[in-house]
């Protein structure tokens, strides 16, 4: 099992543009979960989905923030008309159902100029 | 408000020294709790969860529901214990989402 995957593993963009972030859940996991590490502190939750659903994205701001986990392919998060406090590093955790437990990915890192 | 409390930024000790890195949380039901490690260049990875009470690398930790703390410790560190140590809490029988704490950087001394 290769473990979640998330790419791309770092992205640079400009004010203004669009920001695509992937994740592949493990091999058997149906729950992707998504962080945000802001400079100097912990991870915040953002999002969390099942295949075709969002099931909770209390975390999620509530403008230019999108995520999808469709029922073929990768989970993205979507962000739209990026600013420089945008800057962070994103998390991707996946689980099997019926358990707390979450596995993450190596994160991206999203640096905006 | 659920809130997970690491009160040290940095915990330095000497190779061989007991370690005890603590974890103060605020929940009002029950939650599950989890310690994840970083270690340099690699990816969070849990380390150990408080129901499955067990021992991972020598670190243990025990919930105490009266002090709302999960404390991790290990009895004598090791240079290879150097990373950096989240204390995360689960709404457990809601959507799971995790609530982490700031973390601590443990560094063991030669």
């Known amino acids: 099992n290769a473990g979640v995957m998330q790419n791309p593993r770092h992205l640079v963009r400009r004010r203004g543009q669009e920001a695509r972030l992937r994740c592949s859940p493990m091999k058997g996991h149906s729950h992707v979960y998504w962080y945000r590490q802001l400079p100097e502190e912990g991870l915040k939750f953002m999002v969390y989905?099942?295949?075709?659903?969002?099931?909770?994205e209390s975390g999620m701001p509530k403008e230019r923030f999108s995520a999808e986990f469709p029922k073929e392919g990768p989970s993205i998060l979507r962000i739209q008309q990026v600013v420089r406090g945008d800057s962070a590093a994103y998390f991707c955790?996946?689980?099997?159902?019926?358990?707390?437990?979450?596995?993450f990915g190596p994160g991206t890192r999203l640096t905006v100029t | 408000a659920q809130r997970v409390t690491q009160p040290e930024k940095l915990l330095s000790v000497f190779k061989g020294a007991p370690v005890e890195l603590k974890c103060n949380y605020s929940?009002?039901?029950?939650?599950?709790l989890f310690w994840y490690v970083q270690y340099s260049r690699q990816r969070l990875q849990l380390l150990l969860r408080?129901?499955s009470r067990e021992s991972i690398k020598g670190f243990t930790a025990d919930l105490n529901k009266g002090e709302t703390s999960f404390h991790l410790k290990k009895p004598f560190a090791q240079e290879e214990d150097s990373a950096m140590y989240y204390c995360?809490?689960?709404?457990?029988?809601?959507?799971?989402?995790?609530?982490f704490g700031q973390g601590t950087t443990l560094q063991v001394k030669p």
């Open positions: 929940y009002s039901g029950s939650p599950e």
């Open positions: 995360a809490l689960s709404n457990s029988g809601n959507t799971g989402k995790l609530i």
């Open positions: 989905l099942q295949k075709e659903n969002i099931i909770d």
């Open positions: 955790a996946s689980s099997p159902p019926g358990t707390q437990a979450q596995y």
């Open positions: 408080h129901i």
